[in-house]
């Protein structure tokens, strides 16, 4: 993304001009960086070769899972809807692994039919109800089972899942007993251990500390694990030069923990491969201000962007047509939405803005259009994929009829 005689393109497109062909609020996703994502992923971890399995729940939409199944990825998903659209979506049921506290018989039964990879459960009763079930269709069912390692992963309170008060994993006590447990099962396989910390993570020390906890774990357990799965929240930096995630020292980390347990490596990146790459074109509907500042409202809202509102995210926002004058007043980029929180964020020294000026807001590519919701009736936006000077609709706005 950059400004080209001050006016912003994404790879070789005006933004401008997806506007006026669009319409707003609208989402765009840059192909290139997906690609440089990936492979700057992979080549992280090359010397161990993990299986990626993409985080789903961070974008849903189908050209996108399609572009990053063929760079060879997988699938970590939690609904059945989720595994759905990654098996249409092309990607190779052996690479797909199903998290999620709260599997129902249907899920599980259907991630079995499909023969995924791993089914991760994550309680006791989640492995009595897989085993029932295997047994019921005469199968042997791969599963993993997930670790609660209480480990502050020193992120948002909200998006944090390895301390002992998060709903997520079993703690070590039960871990063991699920060992042996499932050691004298006919129909179900431990093959993998699996763990996830939280999202947004940017300190790899928790990650080093996690790796010592489960290699004190396993040695303890006696088993041999096929896979262990660290599943993702790599953090990325929202605002310019700001901290960043050491992959050197986490591969260092994990290399360090292989030379004890021959395993494959398993990681669920959602954020790191997609969040980066979207961006939500939104326009200027009003300006209306006091004497402190100017609430800048926009055609987007809350619904169509939700981490604002729900943890207090910050999204980079940037005019698409670049001038010379500097507002004076504070300006507060909200959306029509009737909820104080419909709020995106408060910048000094902006841009003089006026009413139709379009304005950009950057890094929204996971868990942007898969959070969004049809509060207040509003449709969802347009999703579009530039790849160079190409422009490709992958999903249409949606239309008011089919709301009502
Ligand atoms: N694996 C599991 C089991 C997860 O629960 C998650 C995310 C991921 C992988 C992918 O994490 P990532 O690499 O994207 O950090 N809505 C929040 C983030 C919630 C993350 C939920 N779980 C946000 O907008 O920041």
């Known amino acids: 993304m950059k400004y ?25 996703y840059s192909f290139g960086q997906l690609k440089e994502n990936i492979d700057n992923f992979k080549k992280s971890f090359k010397s161990f070769s993990p299986l990626i399995c993409f985080a789903v729940k961070s974008n849903t939409n189908i050209t996108l899972i399609r572009e990053i199944k063929k760079f060879g990825l997988g699938a970590d998903v939690v609904s059945i809807g989720e595994l759905m659209i990654a098996l249409k979506a092309g990607i190779n049921p052996k690479k797909i692994v199903f998290s999620g506290v709260g599997k129902t018989s249907n899920e599980i039964n259907y991630a079995i039919d499909k023969k995924i990879l791993l089914i991760n459960a994550e309680s006791e009763s989640e492995i009595s109800e897989i085993e029932r079930i295997a047994k019921y269709k005469n199968k042997i069912v791969n599963i993993g089972i997930r670790l609660n390692p209480n480990i502050d992963a020193k992120t948002l309170k909200q998006i944090s899942t390895g301390k002992k008060e998060n709903k997520f994993g079993v703690d070590e006590k039960t871990f063991f007993k699920v060992v042996k447990y499932v050691g004298l099962s006919k129909n179900i396989n431990l093959k993998c251990l699996s763990v996830h910390l939280g999202s947004q993570i940017l300190d790899h020390k928790p990650y080093e500390k996690m790796l010592k906890v489960i290699d004190k774990i396993i040695k303890k357990s006696n088993h041999d694990f096929e896979f262990i799965d660290l599943g993702g929240g790599m953090g990325i930096s929202y605002e310019k030069n700001t901290k960043k995630l050491n992959y050197q020292k986490y591969n260092i980390a994990i290399k360090k923990f292989l030379r004890n347990h021959n395993s494959k490596i398993i990681f669920e990146p959602g954020r790191s491969i997609v969040g980066n790459i979207g961006s939500l074109i939104s326009k200027v509907i009003y300006i209306k201000g006091n004497e402190k500042k100017d609430f800048v409202i926009l055609d987007a809202a809350m619904n169509d962007l939700m981490r604002p509102a729900l943890y207090g995210a910050n999204h980079r926002t940037i005019p698409v047509t670049k001038t010379n004058q500097t507002s004076k007043k504070t300006y507060e980029f909200v959306g029509p939405i009737c909820e104080s929180t419909d709020k ?5 020294k902006f841009q003089k803005l006026k009413e139709k000026d379009l304005v950009l807001m950057c890094d929204v590519g996971a868990y942007g259009m898969s959070l969004s919701s049809n509060y207040n009736m509003r449709p969802k936006p347009t999703e579009i ?6 422009i490709n609709v992958i999903k249409k706005r949606q239309k008011l009829k089919d709301l009502i």
């Open 4 to 28: 080209i005689n001050k006016s912003l393109s994404i790879e070789r497109v005006k933004v401008q001009d997806i506007a006026k062909k669009f319409g707003t609020p609208t989402y765009c």
């Open 344 to 348: 995106f964020t408060t910048l000094k």
């Open 385 to 390: 994929l530039i790849k160079g000077s190409k």
